[in-house]
């Protein structure tokens, strides 16, 4: 690989670890790092200090940099944070979005639709992945776009699993994700918040059920339900 400046190092990991190409947990070699990447040791170590504020990797005293683990208790709560977040998100988004936010998203669903249509399952998710980080821009909440961000790193590397189906019944639920993509966008383009949050719910729970083969065989806590069952909560 040719040198890279210090944020094309950044942009390069951060996507090898959100299509699982570095997996969950995986430690990263500092020297096995400054040799892929052609820089020194204070670059690198620049870039995983960013990394590490971003959500992509943990930094532990004399133990160095890993990838951000998914373990039982990372994903307990991500299902609990995840739809709150993304509901609140959608019902901003449908407030304070632009015209060219709307372009942008209906860009990105239409290189969605065609990863899906190659069966490019990487591409798909990261295009899920910059359709749902939009939304959280047309938002224009600080707070929730911070959380937005550390979560989508999760969502996307368990969308993986959903973007690969198995059966013809998992590849229907990829078209009607999909479908609700455009509902999404219709929503948040007519700015009607009520609607735009119901379905980003259901999109949330046609996903959800997928994305949570990640962790089996062992499966959840109990405690963790489907957010269909606690609208109220918001």
Not at 103 to 119: F, P, S
Request: overall charge negative; hydrophobic content about 40%; some cysteine.
């Amino acid at each position: 690989m040719p040198k890279l400046t210090k944020d094309q190092c950044q942009t390069d990991i951060e996507q090898r670890i959100l299509s699982m190409d570095l997996a969950p947990g995986l430690v990263l070699d500092e020297a096995t790092l400054v040799d892929t990447y052609g820089m020194s040791r204070t670059p690198m170590r620049e870039v995983l200090q960013r990394l590490a504020g971003k959500g992509f990797i943990q930094i532990e005293d004399n133990r160095g940099a890993k990838v951000a683990s998914m373990d039982v208790s990372a994903m307990r709560t991500f299902f609990q944070t995840a739809p709150m977040v993304y509901a609140n998100i959608a019902a901003l988004a449908a407030e304070n979005r632009s015209p060219a936010q709307l372009e942008q998203l209906r860009h990105i669903q239409h290189d969605m639709v065609q990863a899906i249509q190659a069966n490019d399952t990487a591409g798909a998710s990261l295009c899920n992945h910059h359709f749902h980080r939009v939304i959280g821009q047309m938002a224009c909440n600080s707070y929730l776009f911070a959380a937005l961000e550390r979560l989508l790193i999760d969502h996307t590397r368990l969308s993986q699993t959903f973007y690969r189906p198995q059966s013809a019944d998992q590849a229907g639920l990829i078209d009607t994700a999909t479908q609700q993509h455009d509902a999404m966008i219709s929503a948040i383009d007519a700015q009607e918040p009520a609607l735009a949050t119901d379905l980003t719910l259901q999109h949330w729970d046609l996903s959800r059920d997928q994305i949570e083969r990640f962790v089996r065989p062992d499966p959840l806590p109990v405690d963790v339900i489907s957010r269909k069952d606690r609208r109220h909560a918001i």
